[in-house]
C-alpha cells in the first residue's frame, strides 16, 4: 500500500448519490487511500446511468487510439463547439477545454484500475454530422459485459436497467434494431416488461442474465471494483437531508435520513445525486411542463436533492433553456404508475403530429422534436403519436409484442385517419392530408419536410436496420391506424444544475467557491458544452469530474 497524504487520514469523503458519478469519485477517492461514505437515498445503487445505454463519449480516446481511429482534440473542440455555437453565452470555455482535454486520461486511469474495459461501440457516429469535427464512429465508448458473479453479495444492490436486454450487446441491437433485440422472445418480454418503469423500488431482486451490459454493466464494473477497497461504506436507503457547516461556513458534513434515524458524517462533500426528474415543482421551474405533459424514465429517487442542497449553503443554480434538455417521446404506464418509452416513436410507419394534425419537426429525433415542441414562440404540444397497422404488426409497443393487444385505454383504435383524428381530438382532415404528404415520401424513404432518417446516429440505434430504403422511414398507410398522445420524458440529465467551475468546485452566486463542496454528474449544469448535447456527454464528463474532484481531494496520496 502507498503512503498516505497526512490530510487523507483524516477526512471521510462523503458522496451523495450512488450513481456512476458517485461510485467513481468515492473509488477514485478510496484508491487514493481516503476513507468514503456513499448515502444512496433509494435502495438500489446505479441511479440513471444504470437504466441508461452505457454510452460515454470521448474524443481523441486510447481506445480509439489503438484501433487506429484517427481523431485528435482541435477535431473534439471543433465538433463541440459547433454544437454550442448557437448558446454561446452558455459555455463555460476552461471548464469545456478541461473537460475535452482530462476525459481521455480519466478514461485511461479508469481502465487501469480494473473498473472497465472500454470498448468502441463501432458504427455509432456523432449526433451532429454536419457541425465540423464530427466522426462517424469512434468517440461512443462502454464498457464490456460484466459477470453479475463480480458483485459478490452486492448484485441485488444494484439496478437493471428495464430498457436494455441483459447479456445483449451494440452488436445484438445494431443486427435487428434496438426494438427486436427485446421483442425477439415474447415470452421473455412479457416477463420483463420492457421500457416500462414504474418509478418505485422493485418489490424483490431483479431477475438477469449472468452477464451485465449496457448501463447496468458500466455501474457493475465501478461498483465491483470499489467494495474491494478498505473503508469504504455505502450507507443505502439514507436521503441527505442537510449539509452542515462550520463557524466560518465551510462545509463540514451532511445529516442524512436513514430510516432508523439521523446518521451524520463529517468531511468534504461531493454532490452526485444526478438530476431533479421527479420533482413537480423544479420541472415546473427548468423546464416549464406541467404533469400532463412529462414523465421519467429516470428512477424515482431523482428528487433535486444537490439542488437543494447546495441552495440551502449558498450555492448557486445555472437554469439551461427548456430545448436544451435530453427529453424522449413516451406515455403514461397502462396501470398509471410510471412512465413508457422505447424506440417506437422513430421506427418505421410512425409520425408524431401536434393538436391541428400536424407533423412539426424531425419525429424520429428527439433533439429536434424538443427544440420544436418547446420552442417559446411556437410551443407544439401536447403531440401525439400516429401509426398503422404496419407498425403493430412488425414491432408491437412497450410490452405489447408485434401483432399483440395493446392494454386496454393506452392506444386509440380506428379504420381511417379521419376517424383517428376525432378520437384523438386532432382535425381528421388535416390528420390525413399530412399522413398523405408524408406517406408519397416516405416510400421513397425521404422527408424534404423535416429531415426524418437523416441522423445516422437514430438510424443506427433506433431504427430498423431490416428495413428499406431507410431505417426509420415508411408509410402511414395500413389500417387499423392507432394514436395516443405523448409525454416528454425525463432521462436522469436536465441540463440545468448547480453551478461549479473546471474542477467541480460548487460556486455561489458571485462565482466565488463554497468551501468543503464539489458536484458531480448531472446534478451539476452542463455549462461545459454551452447547451448543446451529444448522447454519451453527461456519463463522459461525470466520470472525468469524478476524476479530477478524487484527485483534488486526495492530493499528495499516491494511487494504490
Known sequence: MASRHPSAQRSRVIVVGGGLSGLSTALGAALRGLPVTVFESATQLGGAAAYSGGQVWVGANHVAKRAGVGDDLGLVESYVRGIAAERGALLDEVAMMRWLTTAPRAMQFWEQQGAVRWMIIQGLADYHGEVPGALASGRYLTGAPVPADDLGSWRDSIRTSPYFRMGTTYDDLFAKGRRLTYVDDPDDVAHRTPWADTG????????????????????????????????????????????????????VGVLADGGDGAVTRRGPVVLATSTYDWDPDLVREFLGLEPEDFGSMAPESLRGDAIRLARAVGGAVVSMPATTVPLVPGWLAPDGAGFANGPEYAMPHAMIVDRLGLRFCNDSYWPDLVA??????????????????????????????????????????????????????????????????????????????????????????????????????????????????????????????????????????????????????????????????????????????????????GAGALVR
Open 200 to 251: 418505485k423500488e422493485p418489490a424483490e431482486p431483479q431477475s438477469t442474465t449472468d452477464m451485465l451490459t449496457f448501463g447496468t454493466g458500466l455501474v457493475a464494473g465501478f461498483l465491483a471494483r470499489l467494495v474491494r477497497e478498505d473503508d469504504v461504506e455505502i450507507v443505502r436507503s439514507a436521503r441527505v437531508t442537510e449539509i452542515l457547516r462550520g463557524p466560518t461556513g465551510e462545509v
Open 372 to 553: 420544436r415542441a418547446l420552442d417559446p414562440a411556437d410551443r407544439r404540444l401536447p403531440c401525439y403519436l400516429i401509426w398503422d397497422e404496419q407498425h403493430h404488426h412488425k414491432y408491437g409497443l412497450g410490452t405489447t409484442v408485434p401483432g399483440g393487444s395493446y392494454p386496454p385505454g393506452l392506444v386509440s383504435t380506428a379504420s381511417t385517419l379521419r376517424e383517428l383524428g376525432d378520437h384523438l381530438g386532432i382535425d381528421g382532415g388535416d390528420l390525413e392530408r399530412t399522413a398523405a404528404r408524408f406517406n408519397a415520401a416516405a416510400a421513397r424513404g425521404e422527408d424534404p419536410d423535416f429531415g426524418r432518417g437523416t441522423v445516422e446516429f437514430i438510424n443506427r440505434f433506433s431504427g430498423d436496420p431490416t428495413h428499406t430504403p431507410n431505417p426509420v422511414l415508411g408509410p402511414v398507410s395500413e389500417a387499423p391506424f392507432f394514436g395516443m398522445r405523448l409525454r416528454l420524458l425525463g432521462t436522469g440529465i436536465g441540463m440545468s444544475g448547480v453551478r461549479i467551475d473546471s474542477e467541480g468546485h460548487v460556486l455561489d452566486e458571485a462565482g466565488t467557491i463554497v468551501p468543503g463542496l464539489w458536484a458531480v454528474g448531472s446534478c451539476a449544469a452542463m455549462t461545459t458544452s454551452g447547451g448543446g448535447y451529444n448522447s454519451g456527454f453527461a456519463l463522459a464528463r461525470g466520470l472525468t469530474l469524478a476524476y479530477l474532484v478524487a484527485a483534488e481531494l
